[in-house]
């Protein structure tokens, strides 16, 4: 690739992470207009790669293409949120079936539950939720089940803006906790109780937030 393209593939990227980092931590809020020559000027950026970068955010369900024109930060009805979790739990109850099946190590969840649980302990709340996020995350890339990680990825990515404030990341540490307790024991009916108990839990905290 010559080097012009390179380095404009590059500044792409640069803009797509930004400006997905301004909308996961609530800088741009849902609703909010995307508008490229501002969002230039707030990056230092030149408008071609923020307007890639917009499009990006579109396809990755971060943003929404205005019918008056523009982009805007997509807003999601409760009702998505809860359809998008279960989507998630099903991917990842079909990643966990075949990580037992396999006997996947567990080694890298063990060390995401410890860090989250120092973070617990400390009350870094932020903290503990982005680990919980990153547990599932860890778990797709570790199952052996290359679809389920293709799927899952941007699925993963718009549900972590979306509850990074959940209600209580102390219970759904545990039940990661118990989760892995199960795929390292080899006990599929225990892995079944904890992953209908996860799922559960998601929606109810998601019910006490409407």
């Known amino acids: 690739m010559p080097k012009s393209r390179a380095q404009g593939a590059l ?7 930004r400006l997905r980092a301004l909308v996961v931590s609530g800088e741009i809020a849902p609703g909010e207009r995307l508008v490229e020559r501002h969002l230039a000027e707030r990056l230092g950026l ?5 307007r890639e970068a917009l499009q990006t955010l579109v396809a990755e369900g971060f943003a929404v293409e205005r ?9 999601h ?4 949120v809860a359809e998008l979790l279960e989507i998630a739990h ?27 649980a120092r973070a617990l302990a400390e009350d870094r709340h932020d903290d503990a939720v982005e680990l919980n ?11 052996p089940a290359p679809m389920v990680r293709e799927t899952t990825r941007p699925l993963r990515q718009v549900l972590g803006w979306l ?19 199960a795929l390292e024991s080899g006990d599929g009916a225990r892995l079944e109780q904890v992953l209908g108990a996860h799922a559960r839990t998601s929606l109810e905290a998601l019910e006490r937030t409407r």
């Open 163 to 181: 509850l990074r404030r959940h209600a209580d990341p102390g219970l759904i540490h545990a039940q990661h906790v118990s989760l892995v307790d």
């Open 46 to 50: 030149s408008r071609i790669p923020v």
């Open 11 to 17: 500044a792409v990227d640069d803009a797509t992470d």
């Open 77 to 80: 009805r409760a009702d998505d």
């Open 90 to 116: 099903a991917l990842d109850a079909v990643a966990c079936r075949r990580m037992l099946v396999a006997r996947t190590d567990v080694t890298e969840l063990r060390e995401v539950l410890h860090r989250g």
């Open 67 to 75: 019918r008056t024109g523009g982009v805007a930060v997509r807003e």
């Open 133 to 143: 996020a990153r547990f599932h995350a860890v778990l797709t890339d570790l199952a």
